[in-house]
């Protein structure tokens, strides 16, 4: 049984900066791309950031490139996401996900999803 486990998050002041964390059990951690996306208030969830399975690969939204940083330890099966120069519209609840198959960005193509985690910037 797949799970993934999410940590880390909190509330910071607009320029600040926070962490993820998300633990994954019940897969060979190593062959799967692993993402995260983040779901605002009131909007549909959308793709952040993602990493390879070797981690030689990262892909970011045009909204968080520059500011936001995926990795991953495969020896901790444990997938990463620093978070620099928050904004007010960072806010969002922010799930990892184990990627199946396609591109990266849209949800559909990731079959396992975190419990979420909330993160709000103030300004």
């Known amino acids: 049984q797949v799970q993934l486990v999410g940590s880390g998050g909190g509330r910071v002041r607009a320029g600040g900066s926070l962490g993820l964390s998300c633990s994954a059990s019940?897969?060979?951690?190593?062959?799967?791309?692993m993402a995260w996306f983040r779901q605002p208030p009131g909007k549909e969830r959308e793709f952040v950031a993602v990493?390879?399975?070797?981690?030689?690969?990262?892909y970011y939204a045009d909204s968080v490139k520059g500011r936001f940083a995926i990795s991953r330890d495969n020896a901790k099966n444990t997938v990463y996401l620093r978070m620099n120069s928050l904004r007010p519209e960072d806010t969002a609840l922010y799930f990892c996900?184990?990627?199946?198959?396609?591109?990266?960005?849209?949800?559909?193509?990731?079959?396992?999803w975190g419990q979420g985690t909330q993160v709000t910037v103030s300004s």
């Open positions: 019940g897969l060979t951690f190593s062959t799967n791309a």
């Open positions: 990493i390879t399975g070797n981690g030689d690969s990262t």
């Open positions: 996900a184990v990627h199946y198959s396609g591109v990266y960005d849209t949800t559909r193509n990731y079959n396992y």
